[in-house]
Protein backbone atom coordinates (compact mmCIF):
# COMPACT_ATOMS: atom_id res chain seq x y z
CA UNK A 1 0.00 0.00 0.00
CA UNK A 2 1.39 3.71 -1.08
CA UNK A 3 2.76 5.34 2.31
CA UNK A 4 0.72 8.63 1.10
CA UNK A 5 -2.47 7.04 1.12
CA UNK A 6 -1.93 5.31 4.06
CA UNK A 7 -0.87 8.97 6.28
CA UNK A 8 -3.86 10.32 4.15
CA UNK A 9 -5.84 7.45 5.86
CA UNK A 10 -4.64 7.20 9.28
CA UNK A 11 -4.90 10.87 9.42
CA UNK A 12 -8.52 11.13 8.19
CA UNK A 13 -9.39 8.30 11.56
CA UNK A 14 -7.33 10.59 13.56
CA UNK A 15 -9.31 13.57 12.66
CA UNK A 16 -12.38 11.97 13.03
CA UNK A 17 -11.43 10.83 16.50
CA UNK A 18 -10.53 14.42 17.49
CA UNK A 19 -13.27 15.90 15.92
CA UNK A 20 -15.93 13.31 17.69
CA UNK A 21 -14.14 13.79 21.19
CA UNK A 22 -14.10 17.85 20.52
CA UNK A 23 -17.55 18.29 20.07
CA UNK A 24 -18.92 15.64 22.65
CA UNK A 25 -17.30 17.64 25.27
CA UNK A 26 -18.52 20.71 23.48
CA UNK A 27 -21.80 19.35 23.60
CA UNK A 28 -21.92 18.46 27.14
CA UNK A 29 -21.12 21.54 28.04
CA UNK A 30 -24.36 22.70 26.76
CA UNK A 31 -27.63 22.76 27.71
CA UNK A 32 -29.48 19.15 26.32
CA UNK A 33 -31.37 21.70 23.59
CA UNK A 34 -28.37 23.57 22.49
CA UNK A 35 -26.85 20.30 21.96
CA UNK A 36 -29.51 18.56 20.06
CA UNK A 37 -29.23 21.64 17.65
CA UNK A 38 -25.66 21.51 17.23
CA UNK A 39 -25.99 17.46 16.38
CA UNK A 40 -28.92 18.88 13.97
CA UNK A 41 -26.87 21.13 12.56
CA UNK A 42 -23.83 19.03 11.77
CA UNK A 43 -26.09 15.98 10.51
CA UNK A 44 -28.18 18.30 8.23
CA UNK A 45 -26.48 21.51 7.24
CA UNK A 46 -23.41 20.46 4.60
CA UNK A 47 -22.22 24.28 5.65
CA UNK A 48 -21.78 23.73 9.14
CA UNK A 49 -20.45 20.33 8.88
CA UNK A 50 -17.60 21.49 5.99
CA UNK A 51 -17.08 24.58 8.27
CA UNK A 52 -16.28 22.49 11.36
CA UNK A 53 -14.16 19.37 9.88
CA UNK A 54 -11.92 22.03 7.61
CA UNK A 55 -11.61 23.99 11.41
CA UNK A 56 -10.12 20.53 12.42
CA UNK A 57 -8.26 19.61 9.84
CA UNK A 58 -6.11 22.69 9.65
CA UNK A 59 -5.73 22.78 12.66
CA UNK A 60 -4.81 19.41 13.09
CA UNK A 61 -1.89 19.54 10.28
CA UNK A 62 -1.17 23.05 10.94
CA UNK A 63 -0.11 21.76 15.00
CA UNK A 64 1.53 18.52 14.03
CA UNK A 65 3.28 19.65 10.74
CA UNK A 66 5.11 22.82 12.53
CA UNK A 67 5.79 21.37 15.57
CA UNK A 68 7.07 18.45 14.77
CA UNK A 69 6.87 17.69 10.46
CA UNK A 70 4.94 14.66 11.18
CA UNK A 71 1.00 13.44 11.88
CA UNK A 72 -0.11 10.53 13.36
CA UNK A 73 -0.03 8.48 9.46
CA UNK A 74 3.14 9.31 8.90
CA UNK A 75 4.87 8.67 12.34
CA UNK A 76 3.39 5.23 11.30
CA UNK A 77 5.15 5.61 8.15
CA UNK A 78 7.86 6.83 9.35
CA UNK A 79 7.75 9.78 6.75
CA UNK A 80 8.17 13.80 7.56
CA UNK A 81 7.55 16.52 5.59
CA UNK A 82 10.61 18.92 4.41
CA UNK A 83 11.45 21.20 1.95
CA UNK A 84 13.19 21.41 -1.27
CA UNK A 85 16.52 21.24 0.86
CA UNK A 86 15.35 18.76 3.08
CA UNK A 87 14.82 20.88 5.92
CA UNK A 88 12.08 21.04 8.15
CA UNK A 89 8.95 22.83 6.32
CA UNK A 90 8.46 26.43 7.28
CA UNK A 91 4.85 27.63 8.88
CA UNK A 92 3.66 29.37 6.08
CA UNK A 93 4.65 26.33 4.03
CA UNK A 94 2.89 23.99 6.05
CA UNK A 95 -0.05 26.39 6.52
CA UNK A 96 -0.30 26.36 2.46
CA UNK A 97 -0.43 22.33 2.43
CA UNK A 98 -3.01 22.60 5.15
CA UNK A 99 -5.17 25.04 3.41
CA UNK A 100 -5.35 23.31 -0.21
CA UNK A 101 -6.61 20.29 1.92
CA UNK A 102 -9.60 21.75 2.83
CA UNK A 103 -10.77 22.25 -1.23
CA UNK A 104 -12.96 19.68 -1.76
CA UNK A 105 -11.81 17.21 -3.86
CA UNK A 106 -7.95 18.16 -3.69
CA UNK A 107 -7.49 14.22 -3.78
CA UNK A 108 -8.05 14.43 -6.65
CA UNK A 109 -4.74 15.90 -8.25
CA UNK A 110 -2.76 12.68 -6.93
CA UNK A 111 -4.03 11.56 -10.04
CA UNK A 112 -2.42 14.35 -11.96
CA UNK A 113 0.61 14.79 -9.87
CA UNK A 114 1.70 11.03 -8.77
CA UNK A 115 3.45 10.76 -5.48
CA UNK A 116 2.91 14.37 -4.84
CA UNK A 117 -0.49 16.15 -4.83
CA UNK A 118 -1.00 19.70 -5.01
CA UNK A 119 -0.64 20.56 -1.84
CA UNK A 120 3.02 19.46 -1.92
CA UNK A 121 3.64 21.12 -5.01
CA UNK A 122 2.06 24.61 -3.77
CA UNK A 123 4.19 24.77 -0.99
CA UNK A 124 6.91 23.47 -2.60
CA UNK A 125 7.62 20.71 0.16
CA UNK A 126 8.05 16.69 -0.20
CA UNK A 127 7.21 13.81 2.48
CA UNK A 128 10.40 11.82 2.68
CA UNK A 129 11.44 8.38 4.67
CA UNK A 130 12.88 10.19 8.03
CA UNK A 131 15.52 7.32 8.24
CA UNK A 132 16.27 7.85 4.47
CA UNK A 133 17.33 11.74 4.59
CA UNK A 134 18.56 11.11 8.26
CA UNK A 135 21.07 9.02 6.10
CA UNK A 136 21.53 11.10 3.35
CA UNK A 137 22.16 14.37 5.60
CA UNK A 138 25.05 12.04 7.01
CA UNK A 139 26.95 10.95 3.66
CA UNK A 140 26.88 14.42 2.90
CA UNK A 141 28.33 15.77 6.22
CA UNK A 142 30.70 13.25 6.17
CA UNK A 143 31.74 13.95 2.67
CA UNK A 144 32.34 17.93 3.62
CA UNK A 145 35.09 16.80 6.83
Avoid: C
Avoid at 13 to 34: K, Q
Avoid at 130 to 143: A, G, P, S, T, V
Wanted: proline share 2%; glycine share 4%; charged share 20%.
Amino acid sequence: MDKRFLNFFIDSIAISVLLFIGLTIYIANTSPAMGKEIIGRFITNNIFQYTITSTFTLLYYNFLETITATTVGKFFTNTIVVDEYGNKAGHEAIMIRSLVRIIPLYWISFLLIPKRGLHDALSKTFVVNKRLLEEKKNEFHEIQK
